[in-house]
């Protein structure tokens, strides 16, 4: 019984890191794409004010404002405390799938870098090289942690990201985005080869059915940002790739 209830407790102390750090992530997602630090104290994106400690308090803080900045009443994006929410949720379902060892942390990081990246592309169409290069470290400090397969990590940096480049250079650049070659050479650093191509096959899927559904329900032009959906299939072949590679094998016979 105790080693449920310490169970219970670190999954909840995980998901309350994962809100804090969400804190975080929204501030990435507003200032990288406008070149402003991270580093400053946060504060009203319409008035300056800036905000005190118990104005921060992730998810909180917005209910307990209603959701309105304390000085000029603006109202505050739904941005704020989706994202802190969500982050913390994914904390939780990486340890639930990983367990509880150094990887989990990796992956953990990897998925904030993902909401980042995939919130940015999807207003910008830019993926910024800040958080590729941040993908990169946590691949670097992966493919350390494992060691023994260290070669699975590194083919998985060519695997899909080599192709992607081809293509790129073949088509000048309309086929396929810089940044989007970048990622999958990043996360392929980190998940390996298989779970790269995998995760490649599942982002361009879910990508092509939501855009064709955003297309029809809300007349989205046809021009897409793929980072968001490269980043859905890249956390699927993270966590449960192995599963999924393992029965396509056994249905080929290999």
């Known amino acids: 019984m105790t080693e ?13 890191f994962g809100v804090v750090i969400g804190s975080f992530l ?23 004010y800036h905000l005190k400690w118990y104005d921060n308090i992730p998810v909180l803080s917005y209910l307990m ?20 929410g969500f982050n913390g949720v994914l904390y939780v379902i990486v340890f639930l799938a990983n367990g509880w060892n150094l990887t ?15 919130v940015i592309d999807f207003r910008t169409y830019i993926i910024p090289n800040k958080v590729s290069l941040f993908i990169l470290v946590l691949g670097i400090a992966d493919t350390v942690l494992d060691y023994e397969h260290w070669q699975d990590h590194v083919i998985g940096f060519f695997s899909v990201s080599a192709v992607l480049l081809i293509l790129y250079l073949v088509t000048v650049g309309r086929a396929i985005g810089g940044g989007d070659i970048k990622l999958m050479a990043v996360a ?28 029809k329900v809300s007349g989205a032009e046809h021009r897409l940002a793929l980072g968001p959906y490269l980043s859905v299939g890249i956390w699927f072949a993270m966590l449960f790739g192995d599963p999924v590679i393992q029965w396509y094998l056994t249905m080929c016979g290999l």
């Open 4 to 16: 449920v209830v310490i169970e219970i407790l670190g999954y909840i102390a995980v998901l309350l």
């Open 26 to 48: 929204n501030v990435c997602i507003f200032r990288i794409p406008k070149k402003e630090s991270i580093v400053p104290a946060s504060h009203c994106m319409s008035c300056g």
């Open 65 to 84: 404002l209603r959701g309105r900045c304390r000085k000029c009443h603006t109202k505050l994006s739904l941005q704020y405390p989706l994202v802190e």
């Open 104 to 118: 989990s942390i990796v992956y953990c990081l990897l998925t904030s870098a993902l909401i980042v990246l995939s």
């Open 188 to 215: 392929g650093l980190i998940i390996g080869w298989k779970a790269n191509i995998l995760a490649f096959i599942v982002g361009c899927i879910v990508g092509s059915v939501l855009h064709l559904i955003r297309m």
